[in-house]
Each structure stands twice: as structure tokens, then as C-alpha cells.
């Protein structure tokens, strides 16, 4: 059976990941202009940072309802709740290490956004306007543009079709999900080719058959042993 692992190195990371991606969100809030006219060039024409507020979805994506923010923020609490419970469950089962660090990601991502979702409304005032409440209603500050599209895409494409789009902006909250998520799909091979249910059951069929002894199917066990009789009439073949 696999050794059963100590979440707290998992759940640091994530806490760690939470801090850097709050850090660079207040920073952008407080020392940048929104739009354009605040963008920072980084590495030529095609990474940036330009601060945008996202009310919907990663990477800009939004639900259209009218309650539909609300709705992602709860789903985003639940969420959230889940994936630490699974990854303290998997570690005490003695999951893949590499498992391990791609939920730690993927958790920090989720709570990165939760607490933008939940308190910016009311911390830093940007819940859209009309909103019923500023609590649950905040906008998740993107600011990483990676520009190298844009344009208009097909009318063919469901919710998007027919509108000017450019390459998505987004935070280091959506890295960690992204990141989690495709180390997982990339890796999931040797993530779980030796889970702690597999293992056991190998080893109770070891020592199985430690208990039982030599196989039935054993060519030893098929040499029959002589008869009294067979050993008398080798007996008089000697004597003559």
C-alpha cells in the first residue's frame, strides 16, 4: 500500500499561490489604469499587462442570466470546498505526488477567484452597476495579456459568434487552474498507475500465496511416489 502523505506541504503551496495572485491584483488595482491607456508592454508586442475587470468566468468568459454571477460565485464556494477535500483525502491515501501539486493549483485558482468574487464588490467597489448587492457580485481583476489574435469570430460559434474578440487576458489565478488541469490530463498515465487500491490488493495476493505453498500446478507435485509393491519387484530384479 502506498504510504499515506502529509497534505500541509500541498496546502502551503496553495496559500502561497492565493498570496502572489492577491499581491498582483491589489498592485494592479492600486498602480494602474484600466484599459489601453494604462498597458504595460513586458516582452515586445505580445505580452502585457492590462488591467481589466472580468465579471464572469476565466478568461473572460461570462453567463449571460441575470443571476448568473451569483450563481458562479456559489459554484465557485462548493467547488472550492471540494478539491481541498479531495486533495487531503488523496494525500492521506497516498496519492501521486504529482496529483498532489496539480490540485494544490488548481485549489489555489479556485480561491483566488472566490475572494475576488465574494469581497471585491465591497473592499474595492467594483461590482457592476445595478448589481443587488456588492457582496458576491465582484469583478475578478485580469491583467496578463498574451496578444498574438484578434478579430471577428464565425457566426457559427455558439454564445461568441459574430462579435470582435482578441486573445483572452487573465490572472495568475487562471494559470494555476489551467496549469493544474493540463498536468493532469498530460500526466494522468503516471498519476494513477500505481493507486493505493491497486498496490493493496497486489500485496494481499502476495502473501496469499506465501500461505498456500508450492502451486497445485507445480510439475513437482505430479511425480507419483512408489507403491510397496513396485519396491518389492525392484527388490528380486537386483537379487537376480
Known amino acids: 500500500m502506498n504510504q499515506s502523505k502529509n497534505p500541509t506541504p500541498y496546502l502551503l503551496l496553495s496559500v502561497l499561490l492565493i498570496g502572489i495572485d492577491q499581491a498582483s491584483k491589489l498592485l494592479v488595482h492600486q498602480y494602474m489604469q484600466p484599459g ?4 504595460i508592454a513586458l516582452i515586445g508586442d505580445w505580452l502585457k499587462l492590462h488591467y481589466v475587470l472580468n465579471p464572469g468566468m476565466a478568461f473572460g468568459m461570462q453567463l449571460g442570466h441575470e443571476y448568473g454571477k451569483l450563481f458562479l460565485t456559489l459554484f465557485r464556494l462548493v467547488a472550492m470546498v471540494a478539491i481541498g477535500g479531495y486533495m487531503i483525502h488523496l494525500a492521506r491515501a497516498g496519492a501521486s505526488k504529482g496529483l498532489l501539486w496539480a490540485l494544490a493549483m488548481i485549489l489555489a485558482g479556485a480561491v483566488g477567484n472566490v475572494i475576488d468574487s465574494t469581497f471585491y464588490g465591497v473592499l474595492l467597489g467594483n461590482a457592476p452597476y445595478g448589481s443587488p448587492t456588492p457582496w458576491f457580485h465582484g469583478q475578478v481583476i485580469d491583467m496578463i495579456f498574451v496578444d498574438f489574435w484578434e478579430g471577428f469570430i464565425p457566426d457559427w460559434v455558439p454564445v461568441w459568434g459574430g462579435q470582435y474578440y482578441s486573445t483572452p487576458i487573465f490572472n495568475i489565478a487562471d494559470s494555476c487552474i489551467f496549469l493544474g488541469v493540463c498536468s493532469i490530463l498530460i500526466f494522468q498515465g503516471s498519476f494513477h498507475s500505481h493507486g ?5 490488493v497486489k500485496e494481499e495476493r502476495e502473501e496469499g500465496e506465501k500461505e498456500e505453498g508450492p ?5 513437482r507435485n505430479d511425480i507419483p511416489t512408489p507403491t510397496s509393491t513396485e519396491e518389492e519387484d525392484d527388490t528380486k530384479k537386483e537379487s537376480i
Open 36 to 39: 489601453f491607456s494604462g498597458q
Open 215 to 219: 502451486s497445485k500446478a507445480d510439475p
Open 196 to 200: 493505493p487500491e491497486e498496490e493493496e
